[in-house]
T-cell receptor, first 112, second 113 residues
Framework: KAGVTQTPRYLIKTRGQQVTLSCSPI?????VSWYQQTPGQGLQFLFE???????NKGNFPGRFSGRQFSNSRSEMNVSTLELGDSALYLC???????????FGQGTRLTVV | AQSVTQLDSHVSVSEGTPVLLRCNYS??????LFWYVQHPNKGLQLLLK??????LVKGINGFEAEFKKSETSFHLTKPSAHMSDAAEYFC???????????FGTGTRLQVFP
């Protein structure tokens, strides 16, 4: 069974640009969550989607948005990038929201 | 509100000696608790989970954790450390109402030969 796949693995963007990250969950998993990991703030929850609906949202500005498609694949978008958005962005999938999460390898975003 | 506290930011052990990574949680109800491991530049891998079945939970790679409600603890242990265990470990609780995963700040385990 394939794991959670995140693309791209690495990304370099310039301040002010926007970026879209992709996450393909494990087959059959309907819940996809996104996390931002930085050395200073640790792992912070961004949002969770379940069956194409946003179920939970963390405390991030509106520049961070996401969506989920009917095949459960999810995308995360960050607009007007800032230097502080440089981080490892992790995606996790679950069969249902009350089960354990399985994580992808992450996308390393560097904003210059 | 649920939270987890990992009591040590760094733990250093010699190869072949026991490992103890400490985690305390706060939760209104019977929590779901997890331990994850993250090797450098990798995603998180589930080590084990507690979901109100047996209080002693066995995980992968020889790790286990004991749920102690009276102490609100969920410490991770391994009898004998291996060099490949060097990584960051996260204790995680699932929020009762929203099922959001709440992560501890992590414990970096170093294993010396």
């Amino acid at each position: 069974k394939a794991g959670v796949t995140q693309t791209p693995r690495y990304l370099i963007k310039t301040r002010g640009q926007q970026v879209t990250l992709s996450c393909s969950p494990i087959s059959g998993h309907r819940s996809v969550s996104w996390y931002q990991q930085t050395p200073g703030q640790g792992l912070q929850f961004l949002f969770e989607y379940f069956s194409e609906t946003q179920r939970n949202k963390g405390n991030f500005p509106g520049r961070f948005s996401g969506r989920q498609f009917s095949n459960s694949r999810s995308e995360m978008n960050v607009s007007t990038l800032e230097l502080g958005d440089s981080a490892l962005y992790l995606c996790a999938s679950r069969t249902d929201p009350n089960t354990e999460a399985f994580f992808g390898q992450g996308t390393r975003l560097t904003v210059v | 509100a649920q939270s987890v506290t990992q009591l040590d930011s760094h733990v250093s052990v010699s190869e072949g000696t026991p490992v103890l990574l400490r985690c305390n949680y706060s939760s209104s109800y019977s929590p779901s608790l997890f331990w994850y491991v993250q090797h450098p530049n990798k995603g998180l891998q589930l080590l084990l989970k507690y979901t109100s079945a047996a209080t002693l939970v066995k995980g992968i790679n020889g790790f286990e954790a004991e749920f102690k409600k009276s102490e609100t603890s969920f410490h991770l242990t391994k009898p004998s450390a291996h060099m490949s265990d060097a990584a960051e470990y996260f204790c995680v609780v699932s929020n009762d109402n929203t099922d959001k995963l709440i992560f501890g700040t992590g414990t970096r385990l170093q294993v010396f030969p």
